[in-house]
């Protein structure tokens, strides 16, 4: 066994006292080709969120009901590369009727809402529109979307209502 020990001592030593004749140096060329790119919905490492946007308990339409997504739910994020403009499109959900979006219940009631691009509800986003726009810093950026339900709007039965709006990015 001491034998063996000195054995592989010895060779390590033989091993690590090779002398080289020379030396020659060359390049590595290292390169990468950016393209343009944009996620939607996006966390700063690159998972996936949802954006949201929640009018919580309603018991009273007399007035105008606001919500917006940075107050009431989650703001939706927009990941792209410096300087690539974005547009972003959205949907009319799973119940619009014509021109307007509505929350529904699974059933056949319903509560129409409008959203906006502003804090002063006067940028309505059309559905399908490019109403949201900007150019990518590179960094997640952060859109707020407000919701209005209009005063007056009648109150359906007690129950959950929501939708779905896709949203689209094209860049």
């Given at each position: 066994?001491?034998?063996?020990?000195?054995?592989?001592?010895?060779?390590?030593?033989?091993?690590?006292?090779?002398?080289?004749?020379?030396?020659?140096?060359?390049?590595?060329?290292?390169?990468?080709?950016?393209?343009p790119s944009c996620i939607i919905n996006t966390s700063?490492?690159?998972a996936v969120t949802n954006a949201a946007l929640n009018?919580?308990?309603?018991?009273?339409?007399?007035?105008?009901?606001?919500?917006?997504?940075?107050?009431?739910?989650?703001?939706?994020?927009?990941?792209?590369?410096?300087?690539?403009a974005w547009q972003v499109s959205l949907d009319g959900?799973?119940?619009?009727?014509?021109?307007?979006?509505?929350?529904?219940?699974?059933?056949?009631?319903?509560?129409?809402?409008?959203?906006?691009?502003?804090?002063?509800?006067?940028?309505?986003?059309?559905?399908?529109?490019?109403?949201?726009?900007?150019?990518?810093?590179?960094?997640?950026?952060?859109?707020?979307?407000?919701?209005?339900?209009?005063?007056?709007?009648?109150?359906?039965?007690?129950?959950?209502?929501?939708?779905?709006?896709?949203?689209?990015?094209?860049?």
């Amino acid at each position: 066994m001491k034998r063996a020990i000195f054995c592989i001592i010895g060779l390590s030593f033989s091993i690590s006292m090779h002398s080289y004749a020379g030396s020659a140096t060359g390049t590595l060329n290292v390169s990468a080709t950016v393209v343009p790119s944009c996620i939607i919905n996006t966390s700063p490492t690159g998972a996936v969120t949802n954006a949201a946007l929640n009018f919580g308990q309603i018991d009273s339409l007399t007035n105008d009901f606001k919500r917006d997504t940075s107050a009431g739910g989650t703001q939706i994020s927009v990941l792209c590369n410096n300087s690539t403009a974005w547009q972003v499109s959205l949907d009319g959900g799973q119940y619009a009727s014509q021109s307007q979006r509505r929350m529904g219940n699974g059933g056949s009631e319903f509560i129409p809402y409008n959203l906006y691009s502003d804090s002063g509800y006067s940028k309505a986003i059309g559905i399908g529109t490019k109403d949201l726009a900007g150019t990518g810093t590179g960094n997640l950026q952060s859109l707020n979307v407000y919701g209005l339900i209009s005063a007056g709007t009648p109150i359906p039965s007690a129950g959950t209502y929501n939708d779905t709006v896709t949203m689209t990015i094209t860049y």
